[in-house]
């Protein structure tokens, strides 16, 4: 069975941080490219930050830059999120995502480019 389970969310005052984890099970880890999606309330789900498993690219949107941080463990198949200097505007339903094809992390975010996705964790930013 192919599980993406996503942990680590919480609630923290602006400027600080969190650390989520995408463990994933079920399938080959390193065949695919992971991608952190959030979704704010009333708001479309977005793609934040993604990662190609075969070398370890990573691609950042705009408003992330500087301040995520993504990583991959590929010998624990998890894909971590470091994210500093959080601001009230970060405030979603992070979700993880797999893709198969270790090399699709250019910058797109196609939500039905996705073969699997992870249940959420809420990350709250307090002002």
């Known amino acids: 069975e192919v599980q993406l389970v996503e942990s680590g969310g919480g609630l923290v005052q602006a400027g600080g941080s969190l650390r989520l984890s995408c463990a994933a099970s079920?399938?080959?880890?390193?065949?695919?490219?992971i991608a952190w999606f959030r979704q704010a309330p009333g708001k479309e789900r977005e793609g934040v930050s993604c990662?190609?498993?075969?070398?370890?690219?990573?691609h950042y949107t705009d408003s992330v830059t500087g301040r995520f941080a993504i990583s991959s463990d590929n010998a624990k198949n998890t894909v971590f999120l470091q994210m500093n200097s959080l601001k009230p505007e970060d405030t979603a339903v992070y979700y993880c995502?797999?893709?198969?094809?270790?090399?699709?992390?250019?910058?797109?975010?196609?939500?039905?480019?996705?073969?699997?996705w992870g249940q959420g964790t809420q990350v709250t930013v307090s002002s």
């Open positions: 995502a797999a893709v198969f094809f270790g090399s699709y992390c250019t910058g797109n975010y196609y939500l039905r480019d996705y073969d699997y």
């Open positions: 079920g399938f080959t880890f390193d065949d695919y490219a």
């Open positions: 990662i190609n498993s075969n070398d370890g690219s990573a």
